[in-house]
């Protein structure tokens, strides 16, 4: 299991949740920053993705400062919650909220993906940004997102995969091993998160790998869609 902070013995969680909170300060400059904004690119994409479904409830996992939260709001949904391990985040978020006069419409609140605090059946749709290799038990994140999820509902993630084609292939991995770490540890000013950001990215299962995980937790009509020619990925899962 890759961890934060190699030397200490506390659970990945609990590691995940501390690197957040030290970082938080300089998250969303750093997220911009370092992917030239195709981040922002990405996520209306995973956006359009949701379109067909209309989903009037929306939860969103992981939600850190509330990006994806933010960008969710072109669905006109009724409501969509952002719930996240971290409170140095939120307080982020939270703020961004009031300064754009957007919290009435998302309410952002502490939350573990293993053991989300919500009744079954209560959202049309989940989404999670970067957000599920941080999971502690992968399988059990999608199975409670599974659970929370209305029939008929649906699931999207976008998360880094890994390019398999050259020259793609070379420049991620040096990019994300060597320019993205040294820039996060000098202004995040922690050494290991941004390298943990590439351990991570590189040890997760995407492809079919993640897909047949989401139908170990029960969801339906995979799909993926490729970004970027393949540094990320959006997954979709549909429960019946």
């Not at 994300?176 to 590439?198: E, Q, T």
């Not at 492809?207 to 799909?223: L, R």
């Amino acid at each position: 299991m890759i961890k934060p902070y190699k030397n200490q013995e506390i659970s990945k969680k609990e590691q995940v949740r501390n690197m957040f909170n030290n970082i938080a300060g300089t998250y969303d400059f750093l997220n911009h920053f370092l992917s030239l904004g195709i981040d922002k690119l990405w996520r209306k994409k995973a956006i359009k993705l949701l379109e067909p479904f209309q989903p009037k409830q929306i939860l969103d996992v992981a939600t850190g400062t509330g990006d994806f939260a933010i960008a969710a709001l072109k669905l006109n949904p009724d409501h969509v919650t952002g719930v996240d391990l971290s409170s140095g985040m939120l307080e982020n978020g939270k703020a961004k909220l009031i300064n754009r006069g957007l919290e009435t419409k998302i309410s952002l609140q502490l939350g573990d993906s293993e053991h989300l605090p919500f009744t079954d059946n209560s959202f049309d749709a989940v989404t999670v940004a970067f957000g599920v290799r941080n999971f502690e038990n992968l399988q059990r994140g999608l199975e409670e997102i599974y659970r929370v999820i209305k029939p008929g509902g649906v699931a999207v993630v976008l998360e880094f995969s890994s390019p398999k084609k050259f020259p793609i292939k070379q420049s991620y991995f040096f990019y994300f091993n060597r320019i993205l770490p040294f820039w996060g540890r000098v202004i995040s000013k922690d050494a290991h998160a941004y390298k943990y950001l590439f351990e991570s990215a590189s040890s997760f299962p995407d492809g079919t790998k993640f897909t047949d995980i989401m139908k170990t937790a029960g969801f339906e009509k995979t799909k993926i869609h490729l970004l970027s020619f393949g540094i990320a990925s959006i997954y979709m899962g549909v429960k019946s």
